[in-house]
């Protein structure tokens, strides 16, 4: 079992910048894939981004150029960089992971962008 807390989610006006960060219970945040997820009311989780162990990187086309994913092994942590926040962008977003055949979800953090 992987455990995983996500923190850093907020309310900012457009334009504005937030980082999530999720860290991870155990080391074997190393080997796994590691993303987020977002899903705004009344609509389906859909992918944000997702980074592979060896640090191979995969975005949404709505976030790219303004998104950024990336991770620390030594700190069991995955990060979201966010810039040019959208309203388009609020939702509550969830951190992810995959290893050994298993998926994971954190428990969200709400994300508000203002116009």
């Known amino acids: 079992q992987v455990q995983l807390v996500e923190s850093g989610g907020g309310l900012v006006q457009a334009g504005g910048s937030l980082r999530l960060s999720c860290a991870a219970s155990r080391s074997i945040f190393s080997a796994a894939i590691v993303g987020w997820y977002r899903q705004a009311p009344g609509k389906q989780r859909d992918l944000v981004a997702t980074?592979?162990?060896?640090?191979?990187?995969n975005y949404a086309d709505s976030v790219k150029g303004r998104f950024t994913i990336s991770r620390d092994n030594a700190k069991k942590t995955v990060y979201l960089q966010m810039n040019s926040l959208k309203p388009e962008d609020t939702a509550v977003y969830y951190c992810?992971?995959?290893?050994?055949?298993?998926?994971?979800w954190g428990q969200g953090t709400q994300v508000t962008v203002s116009s």
């Open positions: 980074i592979t162990s060896s640090g191979s990187t």
């Open positions: 992810y992971l995959r290893v050994l055949g298993s998926d994971y």
